[in-house]
């Protein structure tokens, strides 16, 4: 069988495809002019926008986060295609005929045609097990889509240059309950009718069913090769900025993307003396105002690092991937409800114990930035994820982009007070001042018609915390997990050093860091403070934070947070990812916690540990403050362990 036969990697055969000169299809020209967010905001980690992808790699982007084109009711738009399994992306989801199996009531028909000069299509079907048997994946589905009057399911009969088109379209069985969807990838919309061959000059695509039960589905995962990808384009994009001023992001792409068209720019004519003085001048007034510039920005990174003494190698943000010999599986959003309607309300809100102000000038809600306010009646809830003692953090969507969202339990709303809004306010404006690859970003916050409705809306991170992740995939190697306490570093460098001032975080742990492989993203800013934040009974760690975690300086009475008590609590997630077991787990927490305050204990790591883990470890907890070492110095020693030869 050939590679492509029964193959839904598209991200990779675009790319192949790419590389090999294939021209786009026109009829990609008939797809939404956007792609949705879901797909678009994976970008920002890359520092690129969907001008900088040419449409080979737009429509691979689109296909990687499960994004389908649908006619409906002859307009064009973007579908969401889910996963039946949790560790699945859309390379997984191709149907194969080993799982078709041939029954009286179940038949194939073989074609003539294509590179393995024959292909199978699935004729007669056995409804009662198709779905659970043989479809990988599951979509909605809608009626005002035409029969797609074709077999449903069928290998790939498309010659090497040929540009797969994909389209989902609906089919009709005999039968009442006999009404599936499948994905097309046959160039130009081309289809033929069930029970028949194409003429074996004509190219037939691949052709996959999917399930329209979605109870138990999971958005799909993103793709390595995506990752690697976007990556290289990156990459690219980086070096060409970095030799000229003139080339246009859009450039590092073979074709310009079809959803975003770089519009042409008019030639110097060679007659025009004026002009020719401007081409002359341009270069000098862009490398004169880029000299500025660059001095501009030497002079900001040396007041924010002025108090580091020792010189740093620049950042690695994006280091080759590491594939796990199975895909990490973890928390995946759960299947959007087929009605409109919201799961929880937002809007009613009990009477409150603590009566709040009318909303004016002098509440905090309103000093928020107004760029990140969304619109309310765009936010969904669906599912909740985690309770705390005040708010609850749901699963939903905004703007059809799965998020999560986090606002004040509606049972306990009859508890909150200026100080807890207040609170909650500090906590959105801290983080919409975050821009990180490492940091769970800020999508926008949102309220209604009184201040208990205010919602913080962040990116939706798919495979849950750290500690889940590691009990959940025991026995990992630390080649892998250098990666993820690397991508923790990261985090803390970005809080510690590059803001000014200094935020400190004062509740790491592994359930505050985030997974979606093969990258970590640190959350849980609750209890977050500027380093110039002077308030004594707000710095107070007591009744802050997670014990365990706690320096020893913090556990004192007296004790107060520094970023010196974060690389301690660093320390110990060191310790849990070398174990893969919570910290002290098996022992009683008021006992620990004295011993902790005492130093008669300290958190371990394995007999297993590699001697520069565990180097780094002791350094992190050592009891004087001043002798741990800085996020930037545990960046560094991270970044020596994953290049180090194997």
Excluded at 131 to 155: H, I, N, R, W, Y
Excluded at 417 to 423: I, S
Excluded at 630 to 644: M, N, T, Y
Aim: aromatic share 8%; hydrophobic share 40%.
């Amino acid at each position: 069988m050939l590679k492509w036969s029964e193959s839904s990697d598209y991200v990779r055969r675009y790319r192949a495809l790419e590389s090999d000169g294939a021209a786009a299809p026109s009829t990609w020209s008939m797809y939404p002019s956007a792609l949705p967010r879901v797909a678009t905001s994976r970008l920002t980690m890359y520092n690129l926008t969907i001008t900088d992808l040419s449409s080979f790699a737009v429509q691979a982007l689109a296909w990687d986060a499960g994004l389908v084109a649908i006619n409906r009711s002859g307009v064009f738009a973007w579908t969401q295609v889910y996963v039946k399994r949790q560790s699945d992306s859309m390379a997984d989801i191709a149907a194969t005929f080993d799982s078709f199996v041939t029954s009286p009531s179940q038949t194939t028909r073989e074609c003539i045609g294509g590179p393995n000069g024959k292909f199978l299509r699935q004729e007669r079907t056995d409804y009662s097990t198709f779905s659970a048997k043989v479809t990988q994946c599951a979509v909605e589905l809608v009626s005002d889509v035409p029969d797609g009057a074709s077999a449903m399911f069928a290998q790939d009969a498309l010659s090497s240059t040929a540009v797969p088109v994909l389209l989902l379209r609906r089919h009709v069985g005999p039968n009442t309950n006999e009404t599936n969807m499948a994905i097309h990838t046959s160039p130009n919309f081309g289809r033929w009718p069930w029970g028949e061959c194409p003429s074996p000059s004509q190219p037939s695509g691949l052709i996959i069913p999917c399930d329209f039960d979605l109870k138990g589905v999971y958005l799909p995962v993103p793709s390595p090769a995506m990752n690697v990808w976007l990556n290289d384009i990156s990459t690219l994009k980086q070096s060409m900025a970095s030799t000229t001023t003139h080339t246009p992001s859009s450039s590092i792409a073979n074709t310009p993307s079809t959803l975003s068209p770089t519009p042409a720019t008019r030639p110097i004519e060679d007659s025009d003396a004026t002009n020719r003085s401007a081409a002359t001048l341009t270069p000098v007034v862009a490398y004169i105002g880029g000299a500025l510039g660059l001095l501009a920005l030497l002079l900001l990174l040396w007041c924010c690092r002025r108090r580091h003494r020792r010189a740093h190698p620049p950042l690695l943000y994006f280091e080759p991937f590491v594939e796990l010999h199975a895909t990490p599986k973890g928390l995946h959003a759960p299947a959007r409800p087929s009605s409109a309607r919201p799961a929880y309300s937002f809007r009613c809100a009990p009477p409150s114990a603590h009566p709040f102000p009318a909303l004016d000038a002098s509440n905090l809600v309103l000093h928020l930035n107004p760029s990140k306010r969304l619109d309310f009646d765009t936010i969904e809830r669906v599912e909740v994820l985690a309770c705390a003692s005040l708010t609850s953090m749901y699963f939903g969507y905004y703007c059809d982009r799965p998020v999560a969202i986090k606002g004040f339990a509606t049972s306990k709303l009859h508890e909150i007070n200026q100080r807890h809004l207040d609170a909650f306010t500090d906590q959105i404006r801290l983080m919409a001042s975050f821009n990180h690859p490492n940091i769970v970003a800020l999508v926008g916050f949102a309220w209604h018609n009184h201040p208990q409705s205010l919602v913080a809306v962040t990116e939706f991170v798919s495979q849950g915390n750290l500690l889940e992740f590691l009990v959940a995939h025991p026995g990992l190697e630390w080649t892998k997990k250098a990666r993820l306490a690397l991508h923790i570093a990261r985090a803390l460098q970005y809080l510690h050093v590059m803001l000014c001032p200094s935020v400190i975080h004062r509740d790491l742990t592994t359930k505050h860091v985030l997974i979606s492989w093969p990258y970590a993203k640190l959350s849980g800013f609750s209890v977050s403070r500027h380093t110039h934040e002077e308030d004594s009974a707000d710095t107070m760690t007591a009744g802050v934070g997670s014990g365990m975690y706690m320096a020893p300086e913090v556990l004192c009475e007296s004790g107060q947070y520094s970023v010196a008590a974060d690389m301690y609590s660093f320390g110990c997630m060191l310790v849990e990812l070398d174990t893969q077991t919570p910290l002290f787990a098996t022992a009683n927490s008021t006992s620990v916690l004295l011993e902790l305050l005492n130093g008669t204990r300290k958190p371990q790591v394995s007999s297993d540990c590699p001697d520069a883990i565990r180097d780094l470890a002791v350094q992190c907890l050592e009891a004087d403050p001043s002798l741990r070492p800085s996020a930037f110095d545990v960046a560094r020693a991270l970044e020596a362990f994953i290049q180090q030869p194997k």
